[in-house]
Every structure is written in structure tokens, then in C-alpha cells.
């Protein structure tokens, strides 16, 4: 009280100054108040003493009335930001924690986030790895100050990887080789990630050409974080299995009857493969 001072009126005429011309007054107040939850505060006038220009004490002239007032604190003003992040999948953990201020100085205060509309709030920090999108709530809470919120953004987008698929093969017979494809150099994975797909190819077992096809599911854990491209389609071919027909050969003595190649039979090898079937 004794810094914010003391007002002094005449009671019956407002037009009037309080003290007579020449005297001068001395106040004592008492009251102070620091927190705004200790506010308001009662601020009241312990002590009068006036004087005139002779240093004469004037008091007992005076009908004194000791008011009292209030001394109150107001909440100041803090604000509270976090920092937006949108970027490509790289497979790392992002996101800061917000930052409390008042005015341009940062300062200490009890802060909390939200990802999910301010339902629920947690001092943990948010933060994303994978491919989403998260809009965070952030409050800050100071004694003494208005509390304060804000919001920010999280943003993962998706990688680009790109399947080749590879030609594949066989010989009619056979039995099915495994279908094989690979990243490209320039847009492979990030970390040497596995993505999850199968290869296939139409169906049939004739020797043709076949089309070839990569399957996949996009919200795959792995999978979900790229922007997948198949080069292709391509072709797996089964060959015509190459087989030599020799006839059997067969002797006989001159008898006049006939020695008939239909009798004695063939033999049939697989040409490439002396070790295979025909």
C-alpha cells in the first residue's frame, strides 16, 4: 500500500482540496499483497498526521475518516507454441516439445498435450515416425498467469519405392521357380526396409508367354509408409521342352520277312539334360 499511495479528499465538497492551504499531510498505510491468489487484499490507513507550514501539528483539527480499500493482482499473460514438421518418411521419430513464453522470454510452466481434441492431456511429448497426419493441442499452465493453449501439426508423407519386377522362366514340365522382383537403386527403401509383396503370374501350364504381376496391401506395417510403383508388367515364358526321338536300332538274318521300325520301337532323351526324362 505504501507504493500505490493514498488519496485525500474533503468529505462534504469534492471541488474542495482535503487539506487546508499550507498543511501537508503524513500517511501511514498498511496492506501489500504479491501472489493473485492471495488477492485482493484489505489496504487500510494505520496512522494520520498533518502539519501546517510551521511544522505545527494540525491534526486535532481534522475529522478524520479512515477508509479502506482493496489491493488486487490480475493474472499476467504467457503463450505457449509448438513447431510443425512435414516431411517425407525417413523412418526416424519427429517432433519438440512446445515452448513457453512471456513476451519474448521463454519461461518455465506445466505443459500438456493432447492428440485427441483435448479429451485427454499428457505431459508426454507427441511425436510420429510413421505415415499420418496428428494435430496437437498444447497448454501451458504458470501461477500467476492466464493459461494458455495452442496448436500444431505432425506430418509424415508417404516414400516413393519402386518394384522391378524380373522375367522369369522355365521349361514346360517343370517345376515353378520363385518369382522374383527388386527395388530400383534410385527409389529403394529407406533403411534397406522389407516391403511385403507376393509375385505372381496368370495361370496356365502351356508353353507360352505369361504375364506377370506384383500383389501387395497398402496398410501393411511396412508397406503403409510408401507410395508403391510396379514396373512391369512382365513376362515369364515357358520354353518348349526340347526332347530328341531316335528310333531303336535292330538286325536280323535275311529271312524274307519284313523288319519294321514300328516293332522295334524309339528311344526319347531330353536334349539339353542327358540326366532328365524326356
Known amino acids: 500500500a505504501t507504493v500505490v499511495g493514498y488519496e485525500l479528499s474533503y468529505t462534504d465538497d469534492a471541488e474542495k482540496d482535503g487539506l487546508a492551504s499550507g498543511d501537508t499531510a503524513t500517511v501511514i498505510l498498511s496492506g501489500s499483497v504479491t501472489e493473485v491468489n492471495d488477492s485482493p487484499k484489505t489496504t487500510k490507513v494505520e496512522s494520520v498526521t498533518i502539519k501546517n507550514a510551521k511544522g505545527e501539528d494540525q491534526t486535532n483539527n481534522y475529522k478524520i475518516t ?5 489491493l488486487e493482482i490480475f493474472n499476467a499473460t ?4 509448438g513447431e510443425d514438421y512435414s516431411d517425407v518418411y525417413d523412418g526416424n521419430t519427429h517432433g519438440n516439445a512446445a515452448i513457453a513464453k512471456v513476451g519474448e522470454e ?7 498435450y493432447s492428440i485427441d481434441g483435448g479429451n485427454t492431456w499428457k505431459d508426454e511429448i507427441p511425436t510420429v515416425k510413421d505415415v499420418e497426419e496428428v494435430t496437437v493441442q498444447v497448454k501451458a499452465v504458470k501461477t500467476n498467469y492466464d493459461d494458455a493453449t495452442n496448436e500444431y501439426t505432425l ?3 508417404k516414400a516413393i519405392a519402386t518394384i522391378t519386377l524380373a522375367d522369369g522362366s522355365k521349361v514346360y514340365g517343370e517345376d515353378e521357380p520363385v518369382l522374383k522382383a527388386a527395388y530400383s537403386d534410385t527409389d529403394g527403401t529407406v533403411n534397406n526396409e522389407e516391403l511385403s509383396y507376393t509375385v505372381e503370374r496368370e495361370p496356365g501350364e502351356n508353353a507360352t508367354e505369361y504375364e506377370m504381376s506384383i500383389r501387395y496391401d497398402s496398410e501393411e506395417t511396412v508397406n503403409k509408409n510408401y507410395d508403391i510403383t510396379v514396373e512391369g508388367p512382365k513376362t515369364f515364358t ?23 521300325a514300328t516293332v522295334v520301337g524309339y528311344e526319347l532323351s531330353y536334349t539339353d539334360d542327358a540326366e532328365k526324362d524326356g
Open 78 to 81: 504467457i503463450t505457449v507454441s
Open 106 to 112: 521463454e519461461t518455465e510452466a506445466t505443459i500438456t
Open 238 to 260: 515357358i520354353n518348349q521342352r526340347p526332347i530328341t526321338v531316335t528310333p531303336k536300332y535292330a538286325s536280323k538274318i535275311y529271312d524274307g520277312t519284313e523288319l519294321s
Open 155 to 157: 506430418k509424415v508423407s
Open 66 to 70: 479512515k477508509a479502506e480499500n482493496k
